[in-house]
């Protein structure tokens, strides 16, 4: 019990310092600060989403005049475009070995990376699209597409979708829930996002081991 109790101190200590740093960072720099946090982000960086973009929301609402809501949403997905890319290329032209030889620098681990990458063997298009909808998650796929040689227009397109949903999704929390300081709004609104993730996940996962399961 003390154990955990550790544990939970800690967490919550980082996401609080992560919060803090995001926050200052989007104040002093603006869209500058959301593009390279989503360029870092969508590189396989361990940079939450799930705080930037609400926060680059959340200043939208405060600030309009000086922080406009669609040029966030816009820096926001050229960040998430650019930092795909460079997984996508790496993975294009470096290729599997390499990339499976320094996992570690990219903060992925093989057994994540084989699944993603026999799913998108078997589905390309849509597990391009989907993924971008999965926190955590939605970086992974741009190796296996990578290694795939996936035409880039077709993997730019659909990762511009699915980015674009994602994004607009966290910032419209951010804009509409989070300036509120109605707690209601804000817990409801965090559960709908839970639920609508959760949900997309859990296809992902179902669908990813019947992969697994179907020569």
């Known amino acids: 019990m003390l154990l955990q109790y550790i544990v939970y101190i800690a967490l919550g200590s980082i996401l609080n310092n992560t919060y803090s740093l995001i926050y200052g960072l989007i104040a002093e720099y603006g869209y500058l600060a959301v593009f390279a946090l989503m360029l870092l982000e969508n590189s396989s960086v361990p940079v939450p989403s799930e705080i930037i ?4 929301g959340f200043f939208a609402a405060k600030e309009p005049a000086s922080f406009n809501f669609y040029i966030a949403l816009v820096a926001a997905l050229l960040g998430s475009l650019s930092g795909l890319a460079i997984d996508y290329f790496i993975g ?3 290729g599997k070995d390499v990339v499976y030889r320094h996992l570690a620098l990219f903060h992925i681990s093989k057994k994540t990376l084989d699944d993603f990458d026999l799913w998108f063997n078997k589905n390309a298009v849509p597990a391009i699209l989907v993924t971008r909808l999965i926190p955590v ?6 190796f296996p597409a990578g290694f795939a040689k996936m035409p880039k227009r077709k993997f730019f397109s659909y990762s511009m979708l699915g980015s674009g949903i994602y994004d607009f999704i966290l910032m419209l929390f951010g804009f509409e829930a989070l300036p509120s300081n109605n707690a209601l709004l804000i817990m409801a609104s965090v559960g709908i996002l839970i639920i609508f993730f959760y949900i997309v996940y859990a296809e992902v996962k179902k669908s990813i081991r019947r992969s697994r399961e179907t020569p």
Do not use: E, F, K, N
């Open 137 to 142: 998650v939605r970086t992974v796929m741009s």
């Open 53 to 56: 973009l609400p926060l680059a």
């Open 92 to 94: 294009y032209y470096l």
